[in-house]
């Protein structure tokens, strides 16, 4: 019968055929497939991250480091990939199952033959090269002689002298014992903190902790180990060697001749000299900003020259291409909160001369952590403005506004070159763009994203938050809002309002797996940023000063009337938390409204009291509202737990036991206080955990605690579910199940 059709009656049917059946091997390839869904507390134990991303001095490789999911024990590895993106990345370094901490801070050799790394192996942190022509990694043997040994003090335990009596020999003379002991001291290895090379490839500079020596160890396993409270005479000190051509060191390692704390040393162009930070020791930093700049040449190292005109809230800092200029960041003149920095410019060499403000009047948030010079003379760094993190372009010679520089991105993070600026990394990202590593041949180009490994599956679903903003005491306040696939007109969810902590911080539009976490159950998430957050000017971060959980409080509640009014919200079910200052938020809200059916507070501060005195470093609070004694109304006002009386809703408080900067007792104050009053109240907290790390943890970032970031992300969302009725425990079996598909 078919040879009655015409030929091209036989294609058609031909072509419907093959149609046909590539329908149903897509169909059958679509019902095998999992799902896209989004995150459960499950996949955020399975979220790697990527960062600290490095340009070798050809421009041809890009080097970066992958921290491991949470379930694979959270260790940095140091990847590298081509910036041509035509090859996959592959992994340098694997790490023993001894080191919990993997290896991380890499750095190009300055010939780009190798690569230099940081690695815990044993019992201390040592410096390892790698070279890339072959070979295994291999740790330089640094020791040195400990500058300090308290087991020698005058009014040490067991007293000095005391062990060499009981050991000595009938026929030896004491001060003949002595002496022999005193003859070759003890080389000691050291723990690094951190390292340096010189561009010209000549240079290792490096600083350590000093290093305990055979008496203390001794006292410490005798238990003679009271500790004087700021009077610690061990401290970080900087060193420097000099390198082979073969990449081993030439001869010992020389001290510097500057003070500890050393935490930051960054080589001049020329390999010459280097600018050198430090931290007054014994915690002086609680009395006022203590930080210095030094200038150090590498051939006389006992000769460091103080920058004296440098202010004492130095940050980080950097040479200029010809090595006669610094740039550094300092706290604004400005009345402003501790950290909101600005660039300054200082000659070097000019014992009079004096900074030169570079970005006065700038609305956005310095980051001066890297710091890139571009040859017509202007300086290359990351801000945050508003929701968007980006770089600008700030003239050397302060005249100009910063010319921001679009790199295609919310987000941008890790800008980076190599000292020719023969091409630009960086991290870009925003809320329903997972993280990707871009290259460029030059800043402002497009981005060639780069291979990386799978730091997320694949079929995980996110969401991009939509900017808003409102009216508020006469500021406008930006918000981010995230909303659920399901909401519209037909169908109000439930709102979660989160406030970021700080207060001087900002919640700005980047991938974050937990927020999506919370969507996923059908919840509507707003991110406001308030008074007092940083990436708005001078003016913004200061307005909340002896007002904290005031106008910031209003600003919050006048968001949520504003997103009420605008989106497919229900108002009848609200909760509201935050970590940090966010959790003080919490806390403030408690006692302020009862429009929130749940509040939940992750290591707040509770009461300014109790708080000032057992922190760590108490400046930061000082700014705000001054020494508690001195300003009682102030403080007792700007406490939560002066609400206490108010309280109604049902709270849960989430806490780290080792937390140092708000400590353990300020959730306990809370917990006791809502529990006496008759509000519902929960207290979970955390063994080992400090302040960053337990955020960390509950946000799904990796974590090296296997359980207590999943545990306090269930205990959050069944206190939501049984408040605000909805059925995210349905919605999370259903997505673990289709997961495991």
Same mark, same amino acid.
Request: glycine residues 10%; negative net charge; proline residues 8%.
């Given at each position: 019968?078919?040879?009655?059709?015409? &030929?091209?009656?036989?294609?058609?049917?031909?072509?419907?055929?093959?149609?046909?059946?590539?329908?149903?091997?897509?169909?059958?390839?679509?019902?095998?497939?999992?799902?896209?869904?989004?995150?459960?507390?499950?996949?955020?134990?399975?979220?790697?991250?990527?960062?600290?991303?490095?340009?070798?001095?050809?421009?041809?490789?890009?080097?970066?480091?992958?921290?491991?999911?949470?379930?694979?024990?959270?260790?940095?590895?140091?990847?590298?990939?081509?910036?041509?993106?035509?090859?996959?990345?592959?992994?340098?370094?694997?790490?023993?199952? @001894?080191?919990?901490?993997?290896?991380?801070?890499?750095?190009?050799? +300055?010939?780009?033959?190798?690569?230099?790394?940081?690695?815990?192996? *044993?019992?201390?942190?040592?410096?390892?090269?790698?070279?890339?022509?072959?070979?295994? @990694?291999?740790?330089?043997?640094?020791?040195?002689?400990?500058?300090?040994?308290?087991?020698?003090?005058?009014?040490?335990?067991?007293?000095?002298?005391?062990?060499?009596?009981?050991?000595?020999?009938?026929?030896?003379? +004491?001060?003949?014992?002595?002496? /022999?002991?005193?003859?070759?001291? $003890?080389?000691?290895?050291?723990?690094?903190?951190?390292?340096?090379?010189?561009?010209?490839?000549?240079?290792?500079?490096?600083?350590?902790?000093?290093?305990?020596?055979?008496?203390?160890?001794?006292?410490?396993?005798?238990?003679?180990?009271?500790?004087?409270?700021?009077?610690?005479?061990?401290?970080?000190?900087?060193?420097?060697?000099?390198?082979? @051509?073969?990449?081993?060191?030439?001869?010992? %390692?020389?001290?510097?001749?500057?003070?500890?704390?050393?935490?930051?040393? =960054?080589?001049?162009?020329?390999?010459?000299?280097?600018?050198?930070?430090?931290?007054?020791?014994?915690?002086?930093?609680?009395?006022?900003?203590?930080?210095?700049?030094?200038?150090?040449?590498?051939?006389?190292?006992?000769?460091?020259?103080?920058?004296?005109?440098?202010?004492?809230?130095? *940050?980080?800092?950097?040479?200029?291409?010809?090595?006669?200029?610094?740039?550094?960041?300092?706290?604004?003149?400005?009345?402003?909160?501790?950290?909101?920095?600005?660039?300054?410019?200082?000659?070097?060499?000019?014992?009079?001369?004096?900074? #030169?403000?570079?970005?006065?009047?700038?609305?956005?948030?310095?980051?001066?952590?890297?710091?890139?010079?571009?040859?017509?003379?202007?300086?290359?760094?990351?801000?945050?403005?508003?929701?968007?993190?980006?770089?600008?372009?700030?003239?050397?010679?302060?005249?100009?506004?910063?010319?921001?520089?679009?790199?295609?991105?919310?987000?941008?993070?890790?800008?980076?070159?190599?000292?020719?600026?023969? *091409?630009?990394?960086?991290? !870009?990202?925003?809320?329903?763009?997972?993280? /990707?590593?871009?290259?460029?041949?030059?800043?402002?180009?497009?981005?060639?994203?780069?291979?990386?490994?799978?730091?997320? &599956?694949?079929?995980?679903?996110?969401?991009?938050?939509?900017?808003?903003?409102?009216?508020?005491?006469?500021?406008?306040?930006?918000?981010?809002?995230?909303?659920?696939?399901?909401?519209?007109?037909?169908?109000?969810? +439930?709102?979660?309002?989160?406030?970021?902590?700080?207060?001087?911080?900002?919640? $700005?539009?980047?991938?974050?797996?937990?927020?999506?976490?919370?969507?996923?159950?059908?919840?509507?998430?707003?991110?406001?940023?308030?008074?007092?957050?940083?990436?708005?000017?001078?003016?913004?971060?200061?307005?909340?000063?002896?007002?904290?959980?005031?106008?910031?409080?209003?600003?919050?509640?006048?968001?949520?009337?504003?997103?009420?009014?605008?989106?497919?919200?229900?108002?009848?079910?609200?909760? %509201?938390?935050?970590?940090?200052?966010?959790?003080?938020?919490?806390?403030?809200?408690?006692?302020?409204?009862?429009?929130?059916?749940?509040?939940?507070?992750?290591?707040? #501060?509770?009461?300014?009291?109790?708080?000032?005195?057992?922190?760590? *470093?108490?400046?930061?609070?000082?700014?705000?509202?001054?020494?508690?004694?001195?300003?009682?109304?102030?403080?007792?006002?700007?406490?939560?737990?002066?609400?206490?009386?108010?309280?109604?809703?049902?709270?849960?408080?989430?806490?780290?036991?080792?937390?140092?900067?708000?400590?353990?007792?300020?959730?306990?104050?809370?917990?006791?206080?809502?529990?006496?009053?008759?509000?519902? #109240?929960?207290?979970?907290?955390?063994?080992?955990?400090?302040?960053?790390?337990?955020?960390?943890?509950?946000?799904?970032?990796?974590?090296?605690?296997?359980?207590?970031?999943?545990?306090?992300?269930?205990? =959050?969302?069944?206190?939501?579910?049984?408040?605000?009725?909805?059925? !995210?425990?349905?919605?999370?079996?259903?997505?673990?199940?289709?997961?495991?598909?």
């Amino acid at each position: 019968m078919l040879s009655f059709l015409r &030929p091209s009656c036989l294609v058609l049917i031909f072509c419907v055929l093959i149609y046909s059946f590539a329908t149903c091997i897509l169909r059958a390839q679509q019902a095998q497939a999992p799902a896209s869904h989004f995150p459960t507390t499950e996949d955020l134990r399975h979220l790697q991250s990527i960062g600290g991303p490095q340009l070798s001095p050809d421009g041809k490789q890009a080097l970066f480091t992958v921290v491991d999911a949470t379930a694979d024990g959270a260790k940095a590895h140091v990847w590298v990939v081509a910036t041509s993106g035509s090859d996959k990345a592959r992994q340098l370094t694997f790490s023993p199952p @001894a080191d919990k901490r993997g290896e991380h801070n890499p750095q190009w050799a +300055p010939d780009g033959t190798a690569i230099f790394f940081l690695a815990h192996r *044993g019992e201390i942190t040592q410096l390892f090269r790698l070279d890339l022509r072959g070979g295994e @990694a291999a740790p330089y043997d640094l020791k040195i002689v400990p500058p300090v040994d308290e087991s020698k003090e005058r009014n040490a335990i067991p007293p000095p002298g005391a062990e060499k009596a009981a050991e000595k020999k009938p026929d030896e003379k +004491p001060a003949d014992k002595d002496k /022999k002991a005193d003859a070759t001291p $003890e080389m000691v290895a050291i723990d690094l903190s951190g390292y340096a090379l010189s561009d010209d490839g000549k240079w290792l500079a490096l600083w350590a902790r000093d290093p305990q020596t055979p008496g203390e160890k001794k006292q410490s396993d005798a238990k003679a180990d009271a500790s004087w409270v700021n009077h610690e005479k061990h401290g970080t000190r900087l060193y420097l060697a000099a390198f082979k @051509a073969d990449g081993a060191l030439d001869g010992s %390692l020389k001290a510097v001749a500057i003070a500890p704390d050393v935490h930051e040393a =960054v080589w001049s162009p020329a390999g010459d000299r280097m600018l050198v930070l430090t931290e007054a020791p014994n915690d002086l930093s609680d009395l006022g900003p203590a930080g210095a700049a030094w200038v150090v040449d590498a051939t006389t190292p006992d000769k460091p020259v103080k920058l004296e005109t440098v202010p004492a809230t130095v *940050g980080g800092g950097a040479f200029n291409t010809n090595g006669n200029e610094i740039v550094f960041s300092a706290a604004t003149p400005e009345d402003a909160p501790p950290g909101y920095d600005e660039l300054f410019a200082l000659a070097v060499g000019n014992a009079t001369a004096k900074p #030169v403000r570079l970005s006065a009047g700038f609305t956005g948030q310095l980051n001066a952590g890297s710091l890139f010079f571009a040859p017509d003379d202007f300086v290359v760094v990351q801000a945050g403005v508003g929701t968007r993190t980006t770089v600008v372009r700030i003239a050397l010679n302060g005249k100009a506004p910063p010319i921001p520089v679009d790199l295609g991105a919310p987000v941008i993070s890790g800008i980076t070159t190599n000292r020719k600026q023969t *091409g630009w990394l960086w991290l !870009a990202e925003s809320g329903a763009q997972p993280q /990707k590593l871009c290259f460029a041949q030059h800043l402002g180009d497009g981005c060639t994203a780069l291979s990386l490994p799978e730091m997320a &599956p694949a079929i995980l679903r996110f969401v991009e938050p939509e900017l808003v903003q409102w009216k508020s005491d006469g500021f406008t306040i930006d918000g981010l809002i995230y909303l659920p696939p399901d909401a519209g007109p037909a169908k109000k969810v +439930p709102l979660i309002v989160d406030v970021h902590g700080g207060p001087f911080g900002a919640f $700005e539009n980047r991938n974050d797996a937990f927020v999506a976490f919370l969507v996923g159950h059908g919840w509507a998430v707003l991110r406001p940023n308030p008074r007092g957050s940083s990436n708005y000017g001078v003016k913004f971060a200061a307005a909340n000063k002896n007002d904290l959980g005031g106008g910031d409080y209003r600003d919050v509640m006048a968001g949520v009337d504003a997103v009420l009014a605008k989106y497919p919200l229900d108002p009848s079910k609200m909760a %509201l938390m935050g970590y940090s200052y966010g959790g003080e938020m919490a806390a403030f809200v408690e006692g302020k409204t009862d429009r929130f059916k749940v509040i939940i507070s992750g290591a707040p #501060v509770i009461d300014q009291f109790s708080e000032y005195g057992t922190e760590r *470093g108490s400046w930061y609070d000082r700014w705000y509202f001054g020494k508690p004694w001195e300003h009682l109304d102030d403080a007792w006002r700007q406490s939560p737990l002066a609400g206490a009386a108010k309280a109604k809703t049902p709270f849960l408080l989430l806490q780290g036991q080792s937390d140092a900067t708000d400590p353990l007792g300020q959730a306990e104050e809370m917990y006791r206080g809502l529990r006496q009053e008759g509000v519902p #109240v929960e207290l979970v907290t955390y063994p080992r955990e400090d302040h960053g790390p337990l955020a960390i943890g509950m946000f799904g970032r990796p974590s090296p605690e296997p359980w207590h970031g999943y545990d306090a992300r269930q205990r =959050v969302v069944e206190f939501l579910e049984k408040a605000l009725g909805t059925d !995210a425990a349905k919605t999370e079996t259903a997505a673990q199940s289709s997961a495991s598909r």
